[in-house]
């Protein structure tokens, strides 16, 4: 991590001549600007810069969209500022004399934040756990799958019959994790001189597939970290002529990539944490239940942040290792939301979330239904045993964005959270990516349909 003087330092001395300055987009991807050490000093320190606000309506080929309040043709696509958060500055230790520094997004002419910035929306719920006397604590674990072909041959080939980077089942598999190791220690490595602590990185259950975990921090700084980490790892494998995708699911015939994220309740300070109590006989104390309440009350209304695009929801298939049931249990991975740790690790696993997740938007919704549960005081009902894959009788998670588009539209739970405009962006942003499914034309019907029917 860099401090300003520090930086100037570097900048002195050419050890940094560019700085990124970026903030994420409704994808989770980093936008932004590279500028020259010396002008970010001089000038963006002081003033930010600009960036147009289409970059907060478009999809994930940078089309503009329609439909948006915030954001069209009718008000000419102006500018917004953006502002740097200066504890978010770091060394990028993958690319050579490269800082970064993640912005908030400005409205250009009253300088008040932009309330539909991922960031932003993020912030609000933060905000709203902290006059509660709460600080969220997250972490979240990225599962990706790594194939020996480049982006661009990947590209190719139209991104079918890739070779993935091992032949075998590898979950916590030692010898084909060393097989990989030149590129997964690099990315271990590089996160960690970037100020991304890692704590491991494991096999999992597919081909090439594999997971990085971060040590957990407040819910900002976690989808900070995030953030910098899923780009950084696209660019570390890029360099290294490989590609590996965040696709909640690639392949039906392969294991999806999941974004498990933990949350739990600590005290405003941050200084103690509150979900664990002896004398309950799950363990909960009192806000937690509640918050797991909320969770179990509000994730299916809520799941279109958790799983954003048609390809999302391929991954909720049983027996998968991805959920299909909103139910709750104590280390049981067929439920929706798992409880894990002991004592102060005491905490909750949402397996909802896919790798393909904006986290800003991922934590939002987790902290927003947690909220929901301990304002209204919810309970989660009892603990969840046996293969929750077969139960009768729960809430289920959907199965296609359609359905996820119509819980988020008639979510009260988003509508009190979000408020109006944000839970207007945020529906219109689903629906266009169906929209967009619908104009164009699957490989899959063209196999199914063009001699046979």
């Known amino acids: 991590m860099l401090d300003v003087g520090e930086l100037e330092r570097l900048v002195g001395t050419g050890d940094v001549d560019t700085v990124l300055v970026v903030f994420p987009d409704l994808q989770g991807r980093l936008m932004g600007k590279r500028v020259t050490g010396h002008f970010f000093l001089d000038h963006v320190l002081r003033d930010g810069v600009e960036a147009c606000d289409y970059l907060l309506a478009v999809d994930v080929e940078m089309e503009p969209l329609p439909g948006y309040r915030f954001a069209n043709w009718d008000e000419g696509y102006g500018d917004v500022q953006l502002r740097p958060d200066l504890s978010t500055m770091r060394r990028v230790p993958w690319l050579e004399a490269t800082a970064l520094v993640l912005c908030d997004v400005l409205d250009h002419a009253s300088g008040e934040p932009v309330e539909v910035a991922p960031r932003r929306i ?172 909320g969770l179990v009350a509000a994730s299916r209304e809520l799941s279109y942040l958790f799983a954003p695009y048609v390809n999302s929801y391929k991954r909720f298939q049983a027996g998968s290792w991805a959920p299909t049931a909103i139910v709750w249990g104590a280390d049981n991975r067929t439920c929706g939301l798992r409880l894990v740790g002991h004592g102060p690790s005491f905490r909750v696993e949402s397996r909802v979330p896919g790798a393909d997740c904006n986290p800003y938007l991922a934590l939002a919704a987790t902290i927003a239904a947690g909220l929901h549960g301990i304002e209204h005081q919810l309970d989660p009902g009892p603990a ?43 529906l219109n942003t689903a629906r266009q990516e169906w929209a967009r499914f619908n104009q164009v034309v699957t490989d899959w019907e063209r196999r199914r349909n063009f001699e046979l029917i």
């Open 122 to 293: 993020l912030q609000r719920q933060l905000e709203r756990a902290h006059a509660l006397g709460y600080t969220v604590m997250c972490g979240t674990e990225l599962e990706f799958h790594l194939f020996r072909e480049s982006y661009e041959e990947a590209a190719a080939k139209g991104y079918a019959e890739l070779t993935p980077h091992s032949d075998v089942n590898e979950d916590y598999h030692i010898l084909q994790t060393t097989k990989d190791e030149y590129l997964i220690r690099r990315i271990r490595n590089a996160m960690d001189g970037a100020g991304v602590p890692v704590e491991f990185s494991k096999g999992e259950a597919g081909r090439g597939q594999h997971e990085i975990n971060l040590r957990y921090a407040d819910a900002l700084e976690m989808a900070d970290r995030h953030t910098i980490y899923k780009n950084g790892a696209k660019e570390i494998a890029a360099l290294a002529g490989r590609s590996i995708t965040f696709m909640a699911k690639y392949s039906m015939a392969e294991a999806g990539n999941s974004c498990h994220v933990h949350s739990s309740l600590w005290s405003a300070d941050a200084a103690s944490p509150l979900d664990w109590d002896d004398a309950d006989p799950d363990h909960l104390s009192a806000p937690f239940r509640h918050y797991l309440g």
């Open 384 to 426: 969840f045993r046996g293969n929750a894959y077969e139960a009768d009788g729960v809430t289920r998670v959907p199965t296609t964005i359609v359905e996820a588009i119509d819980e988020l539209e008639r979510s009260e739970v988003a509508a009190k959270a979000f408020g109006d405009d944000v839970h207007f962006h945020l």
